[in-house]
């Protein structure tokens, strides 16, 4: 049903995302949400970059507008800061050329932070020019990322500071991903929110030898007999990490969990160092069962550091285990999610008071998790209900080896988790969740 103003015309709503909009599936999920469940017209203003999922290209009520990424490399070079100050000036005159006469008049900007700087300054100035509603959906603290780089005690990062709290606080109306951001904002930032929104390689390996070539009944996870497919009883287990392979996410600790994972299985079946790895996929390509199965890591997400890690990758000397990375569109991405066994999740958030959407998107196709433990994980990952939690790369090992010990039949605890999973992603959907604490705040402007 469509939202309307007193003179009959329909509300406009702004989405703004100073980056990537179709690597930022929340905003995603609000500029869907505001089109069909608060009936509005959407505009993003966003960076390019990925597609956005095909759903949010195809809605006649969501239009894109694409800005230009500031790239400076060359001043970069000769003076950082000189390159950071000018990039954010450029970025605030693009923002309210934007905001102010690019688009038609909304009704209610909706912001993402971070990043801060000059997003929240260009979007009040938008607000107070065109008579609009300002609204910020924190989904991290912008000064806690810098202070990664920087440290918390530098100046830049204190301005950074000093700049988020004072626009963040002129906003009429916010959102946050965890009850723990809820507190510190109401608490230390005098910002009031209602309920949270969220209740939340190179060589050979064990997985590419299976294939024969030529073999169009075969792969590496089923085999087609009479017609039917079926899914082999030694196939390897699929486990799915999104990652934007950045200092937020220590991606070695997973490289480290798989590499004790393959070492492990093979002090446990008694294999020696010197075995020969031909014969134990030549075991695998003619059927044969292990109590712990082969894993297929499938790494998602594009960033500064995947090169190295690919390296390290090539280096590694696995038997038992194999990674693949990869770029999907959006809407292949659940399917991915919905085919996989486990998921994991690396992020370890800044400031200890965020949520990683990819572990909601992984309990919405019903997978379970490991994730790395910070202060506020619990709020989403459920112990024992819909996932597990580790600190180290040793304790996901020995989750590793838990889990998968008899897979694909006699894994009780997956299966369990499992249920969890799917039972967290069909009571905590996103619509609903949306409709009970964001549509409010929309609409009471």
């Known amino acids: 049903m469509a939202s309307a103003t007193a003179a009959g015309r329909r509300k406009r709503a702004a989405v703004v995302v100073l980056g990537d909009i179709g690597r930022s599936p929340r905003m995603q999920y609000h500029s ?3 089109a069909n469940q608060a009936g509005m017209e959407v505009d993003i203003v966003a960076n390019g970059g990925s597609d956005p999922h095909l759903s949010l290209r195809q809605n006649p009520s969501i239009h894109i507008h694409e800005m230009k990424s500031v790239q400076l490399t060359g001043i970069s070079k000769i003076s950082g800061a000189l ?25 209610v900007f909706l912001v993402q932070n971070p990043p801060s700087v000059p997003t929240l300054a260009a979007v009040k100035l938008a607000s107070w020019l065109r008579g609009a509603k300002f609204i910020v959906d924190w989904h991290n603290f912008g000064y806690t990322l810098l202070g990664m780089s920087h440290g918390r005690s530098h100046i830049i990062v204190k301005i950074y500071f000093w700049f988020e709290k004072y626009f963040g606080k002129m906003a009429d109306g916010a959102f946050c991903v965890t009850k723990a951001m809820q507190h510190e ?13 969220c209740s939340a390689m190179g060589n050979a390996d064990c997985v590419s030898v299976e294939k024969e070539a030529g073999d169009v009944n075969t792969t590496v996870f089923t085999r087609k007999i009479d017609g039917e497919i079926f899914l082999k009883p030694n196939r390897p287990a699929v486990v799915v990490s999104s990652t934007s392979w950045t200092s937020d996410e220590d991606f070695s600790i997973l490289l480290e969990a798989a590499l004790m994972y393959d070492r492990r299985v093979a002090a446990t079946l008694g294999e020696e160092d010197s075995m020969d790895e031909g014969q134990l996929w030549t075991d695998i390509k003619n059927g044969k069962q292990f109590v712990y199965p082969r894993l297929l890591f499938i790494i998602t997400g594009k960033g500064p550091d995947r090169k190295k890690y690919e390296e390290q990758i090539k280096r590694l000397k696995l038997r038992r285990v194999a990674f693949r990375t990869m770029w999907l569109a959006s809407e292949d991405y659940p399917i991915l999610l919905g085919s996989a066994d486990l998921g994991v ?12 959407m990819k572990v909601v998107d992984m309990f919405g196709c019903g997978l379970p998790v490991c994730a790395a433990s910070f202060s506020c994980i619990e709020e989403l990952v459920k112990v024992n209900k819909n996932g597990l939690l580790f600190s180290t790369s040793s304790e996901l090992a020995d989750e590793l080896m838990m889990l998968f010990k008899g897979f694909p039949e ?5 299966k369990s988790l499992k249920d969890g999973a799917l039972s967290t992603g069909s009571s905590s959907k996103w619509s609903t969740e949306w409709e009970t604490y964001a549509l409010p705040v929309v609409n009471q402007y």
Not at 84 to 107: E, G, S, T
Request: charged residues 15%.
């Open 32 to 34: 869907l949400s505001l």
């Open 83 to 107: 390159a950071l100050l000018l990039k954010a000036a450029i970025q605030f005159v693009m923002l309210v050329w934007f905001l102010c006469l690019k688009i038609p008049r909304p009704d």
């Open 185 to 197: 904002l109401a608490q230390n930032w005098g910002i009031r929110l209602g309920d949270s929104i």
């Open 345 to 356: 999740s690396l992020h370890t958030s800044s400031s200890g008071l965020d949520l990683p």
């Open 410 to 414: 006699e894994c009780a605890v997956l």
